[in-house]
């Protein structure tokens, strides 16, 4: 079993910060992307940032210059750190792996159950 834990979600006023986190833990051989998504009410749910095993990293247009994906040295916690925060980003936010589980070897897609971030005044 693998699992994915968020972190980090809340009410924050536009032009704000949050820093989002995510640790993955279980029966993990190697992860190759941790990614988060977002899905705001009545939207589908949208690619945020990923970031691969190598420290490549690819960001929606949305959040450009705005927010940043990094992975700790263990490569088991991705955190996703969001300024200028605009009301528009309102969204549950899910944390998200691809990997490669043991006991049986096999490739997993993993989802953390999400965290709400609210930007409002």
């Known amino acids: 079993q693998v699992h994915l834990v968020e972190s980090g979600g809340g009410l924050v006023q536009p032009g704000g910060s949050l820093r989002l986190s995510c640790a993955a833990s279980?029966?993990?051989?190697?992860?190759?992307?941790m990614n988060w998504y977002r899905q705001a009410p009545g939207k589908q749910r949208e690619l945020v940032a990923l970031?691969?095993?190598?420290?490549?990293?690819i960001y929606a247009d949305s959040g450009k210059g705005r927010f940043t994906i990094s992975r700790n040295t263990t490569e088991t916690t991705v955190d996703l750190q969001m300024n200028s925060l605009k009301p528009e980003d309102t969204a549950v936010y899910y944390c998200y792996a691809y990997m490669i589980a043991t006991a049986p070897y096999r490739y997993v897609e993993v989802w953390g159950q999400g965290t709400l971030v609210t930007v409002s005044s």
């Open positions: 970031i691969t095993s190598g420290g490549s990293t």
């Open positions: 279980g029966s993990i051989f190697s992860i190759r992307t």
